[in-house]
């Protein structure tokens, strides 16, 4: 089966700036995450989609994140104003099912340069 | 609120050791536990997921065991290689079905 599908590989702005980042996951895969992933650390969820319905936002910083997912397929994650600690790998997640339950396929994930 | 550790941050090794890597959570009521590996720059590639109810999952070279009760898992690797150099992270997801929380990685480094 293909994988989970992400772009750009890689993206350097300036700071103040606004990125987007796409993500098509594994066909069937109902549930979508989008996490952040900063240099020496472990992947933090920014959002988890259901079908096209978002199931946890708690730790996605929303005055300058937002994400969505329509028609409960691709997902767009967008920064709108960037600023230097957002510099990371933004990586997208797929799963059957949501929760825990099922294991994650990754995506090769963007690497994002504020500069 | 779960918390994963993993012992050693860093790990080099001769190649053709074997060697293990400690992941440790702190909520012992977990549903399973998902290892990965990550490349410089890549995204995270599963290596073994074990559901709470077993003790241990095999792939070749890999054995990852599961000790819920002391809020352990170690993945053990055979015969290390200088292509098995890479970040490998545990992550645990939650009795209920809590979604995974990852730990900050061992960063490996096999030795030719």
């Known amino acids: 089966e293909a994988g989970v599908a992400q772009s750009p590989r890689y993206k350097i702005i300036e700071k103040r700036q606004s990125v987007a980042f796409w993500c098509n996951p594994i066909?069937?895969?109902?549930?979508l995450y989008w996490y952040q992933q900063i240099l020496g650390q472990g992947p933090k969820l920014l959002i988890q989609f259901q079908n096209n319905g978002v199931v946890d936002d708690s730790q996605l910083p929303k005055d300058r994140f937002s994400a969505e997912r329509l028609k409960g397929v691709d997902s767009t994650l967008k920064i709108q104003p960037a600023k230097l600690e957002d510099s990371a790998v933004y990586l997208c997640?797929?799963?059957?099912?949501?929760?825990?339950?099922?294991?994650?396929?990754f995506g090769s994930g963007t690497r994002l340069t504020v500069v | 609120k779960q918390e994963v550790t993993q012992i050693p941050a860093a790990l080099s090794v001769p190649e053709g050791e074997n060697l293990v890597l400690n992941c440790s959570f702190t909520?012992?009521?977990?549903?399973?536990l998902q290892w990965f590996r990550q490349d410089p720059g890549k995204g995270l590639t599963s290596l073994l997921l074990i559901q709470s109810s077993q003790r241990e999952q095999t792939s070749g070279r890999l054995n990852a065991s599961l000790d819920k009760s002391s809020g352990r898992s170690t993945l053990y690797i055979a015969a290390s290689q200088p292509g098995d150099s890479a970040t490998y992270l545990c992550?645990?997801?939650?009795?209920?079905?809590?979604?995974?929380?990852f730990g900050p990685g061992t960063r490996l480094s096999v030795l030719p």
């Open positions: 992550a645990v997801s939650g009795n209920y079905g809590q979604n995974f929380v």
């Open positions: 997640a797929s799963s059957s099912r949501g929760g825990g339950r099922y294991g994650y396929t």
């Open positions: 909520d012992s009521a977990i549903y399973n």
């Open positions: 066909s069937g895969h109902a549930t």
